[in-house]
């Protein structure tokens, strides 16, 4: 069906006619994104679906439906990843890889993650139309968001092997099941895990699609944007501990109260974010105040934090001030603190080949010079790239939003980048 309305509403004229021309179709796209919207733990609040619960397994059924129906084989490996290629291709032979997940966090929004699946989902239906096989290989990664299990993108961590079947057991959802436990129903091996594991001789490259989750394409009314970087991040768990004592009673000097302290480093890292630039950003996320009662001073807090740069150099001076702020605010207040890291992953950079052929992908279906950008956000994209040449392609947020039930994304720019993924991966070249 194509693009033609997406294409004038962005002012570009004149579609290029392809060798490979795969018809993209809209309303299937759409329909996909609303029927994955039905499965969810709170209908009518947003997207919840938590990683081995019955939304999510309805939400995967659905996409193996779709595959079946594209003419796809799946498989599900012993880390609970689907994965799933056209019936011509077989497993041992090389592809392209692009997907993402369909798991989201509390009462999130409906297109984080479910776009990355169906923009590949869709090229499969394409090319069955206009009778051609794609060297793709669609994967659904579990537990990207980190809210089911406590940590990110477990799915692609264990299947790359940077994650144990002993870290996983470690691992417990809100049930107090472990990881391997709750998604034996769903394919979870764990004596193959480590095993069923990536073949980076049998990927040409990864392109993952997702909702930009900023509002920069959106500001500039781009429809679709190539990341060439995505920031690294390190995570910290911090216990501050002073005095819990009576809020009447207890003179403002006297006080050794925790949370204070803890707000007065909140605002010192707003001050260190803007003194490292390069879009660094430091967030307390998490906040858990002891004994939290009105009429009583907060004698303890934990709380979370949570430091990303684009430049992997900034990481350890971040770190180093990081350290020096908790440790400061706490001498001058006399409270006791512990500070630990939770998560520390460097900043990646995308493979040049591979943003490159997203380039020329785009320009061939008529999008000219659609920009780059770097994603602030952390993606299975960054688990892979040390691995096989990867690079994400980026879809407009409607101001910004995401991890919220209002996100949204245009289906003509999901469309688009559809187009874009099915050009990129019509061969096997990468160039």
Known sequence: MGLQPMLSAHGLKGRVTLEFQVPVNEERIEQDIQTIATFTETPGNGASRPTFSKSWRAARDYI????ESAGCKWKVDACGNLHARPNAIAWDSSTWVSGSHIDSVPNGGNFDGVVGCVAPLEVFRAAKEDQKVVPLELITWAEEEGTTFSLGM?????WTGSLSRDQLASLRNAQGQNYLDAGAQ??????KIGVDKIKPTSIIGLIEVHVEQGPGL???KKPAG??????GRRQYSCVITGVANHAGSTSMRDRRDALAGMSEILLEFEKLAEHLGHRTVITIGQLFPKPNAINVINGEVTFTVDFRTPVTEVLPAG????????EDVCAHR?????????ESLPAIEMDARVCNRLAKAADK???????QTISGALHDAAILAPLVPTAMLFVPSRDGISHNSDEFSRIEDIAAATEILAEAVRDRRIE
């Open 226 to 231: 190539i990341v060439n970087a995505i920031a």
């Open 186 to 191: 769903h394919g979870v091996v764990p004596d």
């Open 154 to 158: 477990l799915g692609s961590r264990a």
């Open 334 to 342: 006399h409270l006791i603190y512990a500070l630990d890291v939770t």
């Open 64 to 67: 193996v439906k779709e595959l």
């Open 218 to 220: 959106w500001n500039d």
């Open 319 to 326: 770190d180093k001030g990081i350290h020096k702020i908790v």
């Open 365 to 371: 279906i008529g999008l000219k010079q659609i920009p």
